[in-house]
């Protein structure tokens, strides 16, 4: 396959510049320097959502089942990651992680974190006794704790905006303002449905996140799974004259949820966040809780899996939309892992961001990425946390199913 010289034509197109749009478009160019490509933007700057709305860890890889895609790309993509940082002067911080157990009703299940980090090669996993725990967190309670000394923070939207000089300066365009309504496959070509006219590629790859579900089965994947919204709140403390925690301090999650619960989370730029909460929402973008998008909440309610959901966890349900609407309730949860959290209050604005959660057809929330093919395309249907850490990982999966489904020559 030879390049394409027309503007509206290119070898490949790819859907959604969020850090892992941005990473694929960067590996394909590595692999194919000539092919001609285009990364298309529906919002005005890259890292729009969930990739600029997010905590900014890096992921060690304690939490996911061993030998699922999460597993591998996490530790992976955390080596990657900082190499990235390295390399483009990117600032971060390997400040830790605490996984704490507040009773002894959570040590199986710290038992078993410690059995997947360690399964994972997750580097320098240690478990802690109750009075160790202060060695790494003075400030922090609980009768054990799981510490995770790789785990780092970083700014996402500037490992982004790397990603995208990168692509310029090897004459990758993007174009942002540029929402992709539908695919449509003709013989060996797939037309792209724009905001602004239609584009033809060999190759489409598909990274569009809210909206993966939709841009999937407008090619002709099955509906399963659909993209359901789950706005993430956090709360920021005040500032404090010491630091009231050195890196971060996570609850023993539960295993039946892809959400690893309300933490206290060190940002890169010296701020401590509370959060996220986990509740379903009535938009795609509802980073305002009062946001309301028809089209989205009909998609929410004639999905199957939704009640299937539903009735299984109707009450974690509820106590998210407490956690979301009580700050003291939000505090008060915090406050058990690092009780001076309760003392320095919180600042009035909110930040928010929303978690694009895969659910099946049978309600089961899908916990691994989950990559599709049709014809002429490659859909990441899911992909969220740990999506940024493994991003640069995960692109190179992509790259290899796509080397491996098609005799391409560039």
């Known amino acids: 396959m030879s390049a394409r010289d027309s503007g509206d034509e290119f070898d490949v197109v790819i859907v959604g510049a969020g850090i892992l749009g941005l990473a694929v478009a960067r590996e394909l160019r590595h692999r194919f320097p000539t092919l001609s490509m285009v990364v298309l933007e529906r919002e005005a700057d890259v890292a729009q959502h969930q990739t600029g709305h997010n905590s900014g860890v890096i992921h060690s890889g304690v939490y996911y089942t061993p030998g699922s895609l999460k597993a591998g790309l996490c530790v992976e993509g955390s080596k990657l990651m900082y190499q990235f940082c390295d390399e483009n002067d990117i600032a971060y911080e390997r400040c830790g992680k605490l996984i704490v157990a507040l009773s002894t009703h959570e040590l199986a299940g710290l038992d078993e974190l410690e059995r997947r980090g360690r399964a994972n090669n997750v580097t320098g996993l240690r478990r802690l006794r109750a009075e160790q725990i202060a060695e790494v967190e003075p400030g922090c309670l609980g009768v054990a704790a799981l510490h995770c000394p790789d785990t780092g923070i970083v700014d996402y939207h500037q490992v982004s905006s790397a990603l995208a000089r990168g692509l310029h300066e090897h004459g990758v365009d993007i174009r942002f303002n540029?929402?992709?309504?539908?695919?449509?496959?003709?013989?060996?070509?797939?037309?792209?449905?724009?905001?602004?006219?239609?584009?033809?590629?060999?190759?489409?790859?598909?990274?569009?996140?809210?909206?993966?579900?939709?841009?999937?089965?407008?090619?002709?994947?099955?509906?399963?799974?659909?993209?359901?919204?789950?706005?993430?709140?956090?709360?920021?403390?005040?500032?404090?004259?010491?630091?009231?925690?050195?890196?971060?301090?996570?609850?023993?999650?539960?295993?039946?949820?892809?959400?690893?619960?309300?933490?206290?989370?060190?940002?890169?730029?010296?701020?401590?966040?509370?959060?996220?909460?986990?509740?379903?929402?009535?938009?795609?973008?509802?980073?305002?809780?009062?946001?309301?998008?028809?089209?989205?909440?009909?998609?929410?309610?004639?999905?199957?899996?939704?009640?299937?959901?539903?009735?299984?966890?109707?009450?974690?349900?509820?106590?998210?939309?407490?956690m979301a609407t009580k700050r003291e309730r939000f505090l008060r949860a915090a406050a058990h892992y690092v009780p001076a959290v309760g003392q320095i209050g919180v600042r009035e604005s909110v930040s928010a961001g929303v978690r694009a959660q895969a659910l099946g057809h049978d309600g089961a929330l899908v916990d691994d990425f989950v990559l599709s093919e049709t014809p002429g395309a490659l859909h990441v249907r899911n992909a969220p946390s740990p999506a940024a850490t493994s991003s640069l990982a995960l692109a190179r999966e992509i790259a290899d199913r796509i080397q491996a489904s098609h005799d391409w020559t560039f």
């Open 178 to 322: 540029t929402s992709v309504t539908a695919l449509t496959r003709q013989g060996s070509t797939t037309h792209l449905e724009t905001s602004r006219g239609t584009l033809q590629a060999s190759f489409v790859v598909g990274c569009a996140g809210l909206w993966s579900d939709r841009l999937a089965v407008s090619s002709g994947a099955p509906p399963d799974p659909r993209i359901i919204p789950f706005r993430g709140a956090y709360l920021t403390l005040n500032k404090s004259s010491t630091p009231i925690v050195k890196g971060l301090v996570y609850p023993v999650a539960n295993p039946e949820l892809p959400f690893l619960g309300v933490h206290v989370t060190k940002l890169i730029n010296g701020d401590v966040v509370l959060g996220p909460t986990a509740m379903l929402v009535l938009a795609r973008d509802a980073y305002r809780v009062s946001t309301v998008r028809w089209r989205d909440v009909w998609d929410i309610v004639s999905w199957p899996g939704t009640w299937k959901m539903a009735r299984k966890f109707w009450r974690t349900g509820i106590d998210e939309i407490l």
